[in-house]
């Protein structure tokens, strides 16, 4: 329905901004009247042209097809509030070149390798960015215990429900 303007047309999973409902501005800006320190409320209410923008995971299911193989965002999109996405990009060029590098001239191995990898890696960072945003999306339970929960988790890179990236990575049978 955010993605749904005056006239009824839906525009499905974005909306330019002039056409957003301005039932919803109002809405928008009510909320962070209620929900936001003044100075921040103050910032929504002096935005010129506010934009919607949603917000996707991508979890791709292989990494190689063929002699082709996925990098960063082609990959894997995990959202925004792990702040990663430059350094998986870097990550994933460098494990490409050093599985390469390892297998000589043999690129079923090295893709197999790389696959292998990088696809524990990156079904790792979308569920970080997950468990993450649903502690950004609640309302529910005791406000003091999501925010040390959401502080403690966030600050703790390598870290989701506990489970260190080291741990991710034995479990699915990768080797770094």
């Excluded at 197999?112 to 609640?138: K, M, N, P």
């Amino acid at each position: 329905s955010l993605c749904t303007d005056a006239s009824g047309k839906s525009h499905g999973i974005s909306i330019p901004p002039p056409l957003i409902r301005p039932e919803l501005l109002r809405a928008l800006k009510a909320d962070a009247n209620r929900l936001l320190a003044p100075q921040l409320a103050a910032l929504v209410h002096g935005t010129a042209q506010i934009i919607l923008q949603p917000i996707f995971d991508l979890a791709s299911p292989s990494l190689t097809f063929g002699r082709v193989a996925l990098l960063g965002d082609a990959a894997f999109v995990a959202r925004p509030h792990v702040a990663t996405g430059v350094m998986k990009a870097a990550l994933d060029a460098q494990a490409l070149a050093d599985a390469l590098t390892a297998s000589g001239s043999e690129l079923v191995p090295a893709l197999a390798r790389y696959d292998q990898e990088r696809r524990a890696f990156g079904d790792w960072l979308v569920e970080r960015g997950r468990h993450i945003g649903s502690y950004f999306g609640t309302r529910d339970g005791d406000p003091q215990q999501r925010i040390e929960t959401l502080m403690r988790e966030y600050g703790a890179a390598g870290i989701v429900r506990d489970e260190t990236i080291g741990s991710l990575r034995q479990e699915r049978g990768a080797t770094t």
